[in-house]
């Protein structure tokens, strides 16, 4: 049977943690309820800024505005022709490729206002590509209850994920509910020890960026050549 999550199913499992009486689904004015709210909110920056998983990774086409009409001044240099308009919930950039899946690598990512949009975001500037995708990360809300937000797709969210955001939890509100120095301290290591096998998991489903042959691994060369002139 497929195991789903809920905010209220992880709050639940972080008050359980701390030693604290569980929640209700009608309860949303207890003092317990907002401290988990908090929490619960704190808990989702905390993991998901700061890290890359695919559950809050995003691949996306962008178009980007020809600017080789803008006035010198009105852009990095004059050597960029194009600027791509990063989408609003970008976190952290981690690459651009071409429509044909070819990385570029000659970029600028420029975090002032957008030139070529009155809104206030990121954009790339690019020399040849015009359209190209995207990946960065991004901060789920959770709280968002629309259709298609992550609001709504929580229950997607991998077990190790959804045990991670209940330590981070549990770490930040123990002391404020139970006044337990200890078994904060204990939590928090035991949140640390989860992060690092979450990251390790992660590793282990994605493809490897580069596979080890002669022609890459720098190892493999100077052990060969140990010893020649």
Not at 55 to 62: A, D, I
Not at 107 to 131: I, P, R, V
């Amino acid at each position: 049977m497929a195991i789903t999550h809920t905010k209220l199913e992880i709050m639940n499992t972080a008050l359980r943690m701390v030693g604290s009486y569980h929640l209700e689904s009608t309860d949303t004015t207890s003092s317990t309820y907002e401290i988990s709210d908090r929490a619960f909110d704190d808990s989702v920056l905390a993991v998901f800024s700061n890290n890359i998983f695919a559950y809050n990774t995003k691949h996306t086409y962008l178009t980007g505005t020809d600017i080789t009409a803008y006035a010198a001044a009105d852009k990095p240099n004059t050597y960029w022709n194009y600027e791509v308009s990063m989408p609003l919930d970008t976190n952290l950039f981690l690459g651009v490729t071409d429509p044909d899946g070819y990385e570029i690598t000659d970029y600028y990512l420029n975090y002032e206002n957008s030139l070529s949009s009155s809104s206030e975001q990121s954009s790339l500037f690019l020399k040849d590509n015009q359209n190209v995708y995207v990946d960065y990360t991004f901060i789920p809300d959770l709280d968002d209850a629309a259709a298609g937000t992550h609001g709504v797709a929580i229950s997607r969210m991998p077990s190790f994920l959804a045990r991670l955001v209940a330590l981070n939890m549990a770490s930040n509100m123990c002391v404020e509910l139970s006044g337990d120095d200890a078994r904060a301290e204990k939590l928090y290591n035991q949140y640390t020890l989860a992060l690092r096998r979450a990251r390790v998991m992660e590793g282990r489903s994605s493809p490897a960026q580069q596979y080890i042959t002669d022609a890459t691994s720098s190892i493999l060369s100077a052990h060969r050549n140990y010893g020649k002139i």
